[in-house]
Nanobody, 119 residues
């Protein structure tokens, strides 16, 4: 069973920075593609960023490109999301998710961490 635990959410002012962390408990962490999703108030959940097992491919939704960076550390079994120049539109619950090689859907999810961007 794979478990994911997010941390690092909170209140941040517009233009500020925040770093989210996702700890993944599995012995095969290096096999997993890991992603961050978010659900803004009144909106559908959307993907934010993802990273493949061998770090070769990182993808970002258009609205966060050049502001957010995803990092994966196989030794620590963590995936972090560095959020810079945040705006109120970045407010939402951020979820970490993982899928194993060969899986087309993200099967494992964390409980989410709240990010609020407000002055």
């Amino acid at each position: 069973q794979v478990q994911l635990v997010e941390s690092g959410g909170g209140l941040v002012q517009p233009g500020g920075s925040l770093r989210l962390s996702c700890a993944v408990s599995t012995s095969a962490f290096s096999r997993y593609t890991v992603a961050w999703f978010r659900r803004a108030p009144g909106k559908e959940r959307e993907p934010v960023a993802s990273v493949t097992p061998n770090f070769t491919i990182k993808t970002y939704t258009e609205s966060v490109k050049d502001r957010f960076t995803i990092y994966k550390d196989n030794a620590k079994k963590t995936v972090e999301l560095q959020m810079n120049f945040v705006t109120p539109e970045d407010t939402g619950i951020y979820y970490c998710a993982a899928r194993d090689r060969g899986e087309s859907r993200y099967m494992y999810w964390g409980q989410g961490t709240q990010v609020t961007v407000s002055s």
